[in-house]
T-cell receptor, first 115, second 113 residues
Framework: EPEVTQTPSHQVTQMGQEVILRCVPISNHLYFYWYRQILGQKVEFLVSFYNNEISEKSEIFDDQFSVERPDGSNFTLKIRSTKLEDSAMYFC?????????????FGNGTRLTVT | AQSVSQHNHHVILSEAASLELGCNYSYGGTVNLFWYVQYPGQHLQLLLKYFSGDPLVKGIKGFEAEFIKSKFSFNLRKPSVQWSDTAEYFCAVITYNTDKLIFGTGTRLQVFP
């Protein structure tokens, strides 16, 4: 079964540094997402992306965050200047039809630790 | 704002016991409902989903869930759990006009042989 893959599995960075989290969605999927889970809290929506632009974002997704699909396979989340509170598990997801119509397939996540 | 509540945070069962995990959501309109499972060290996997039709939906590994619209509930059930069901279970909801999947806090299930 095709999978969403995320790299790295664990990223440690210092406060103020930029990080890029990478994801390879399922190849025929058109909708891409980032979610995060702070330890002990709910999985939270960050952003959705379709047709090379953001289709929806949450209040968490401020100017420090950006997403990009630099080529036909990768989908990245960039945090420009990390803060301690950005420490979380970040999940990438993709879906075939988006929105209401098809379930999300998640990657294994990247654990980001900001020190 | 929409929200999802999972009232059982940690459930401990013996093998062969029956399981029911509660999930309630707050939204008055049309929703799609999901249960995801996360086995230790693995990604979130879809267990089952409800889009429309029969409110009793069957998923993988013998799980089922019942959508009761009047109670805004989508409880997960399994008649006889196995040790391999040890995992975290997340209920999630998406409403018609959004991309945002809203998760509950999750229920950690431990099954002892």
């Amino acid at each position: 079964e095709p999978e969403v893959t995320q790299t790295p599995s664990h990223q440690v960075t210092q406060m103020g540094q930029e990080v890029i989290l990478r994801c390879v969605p399922i190849s025929n999927h058109l909708y891409f997402y980032w979610y995060r889970q702070i330890l002990g809290q709910k999985v939270e929506f960050l952003v959705s992306f379709y047709n090379n632009e953001i289709s929806e974002k949450s209040e968490i997704f401020d100017d420090q965050f950006s997403v990009e699909r630099p080529d036909g396979s990768n989908f990245t989340l960039k945090i420009r200047s990390t803060k301690l509170e950005d420490s979380a598990m970040y999940f990438c997801a993709s879906s075939a039809e988006g929105r209401y119509n098809s379930p999300l397939h998640f990657g294994n996540g990247t654990r980001l630790t900001v020190t | 704002a929409q929200s999802v509540s999972q009232h059982n945070h940690h459930v401990i069962l013996s093998e062969a016991a029956s399981l029911e995990l509660g999930c309630n959501y707050s939204y008055g309109g049309t929703v799609n409902l999901f249960w995801y499972v996360q086995y230790p060290g693995q990604h979130l996997q879809l267990l089952l989903k409800y889009f429309s039709g029969d409110p009793l939906v069957k998923g993988i590994k013998g799980f089922e869930a019942e959508f009761i619209k009047s109670k805004f509930s989508f409880n997960l059930r399994k008649p006889s759990v196995q040790w391999s069901d040890t995992a975290e279970y997340f209920c999630a909801v998406i409403t018609y006009n959004t991309d945002k999947l809203i998760f509950g806090t999750g229920t950690r299930l431990q099954v002892f042989p």
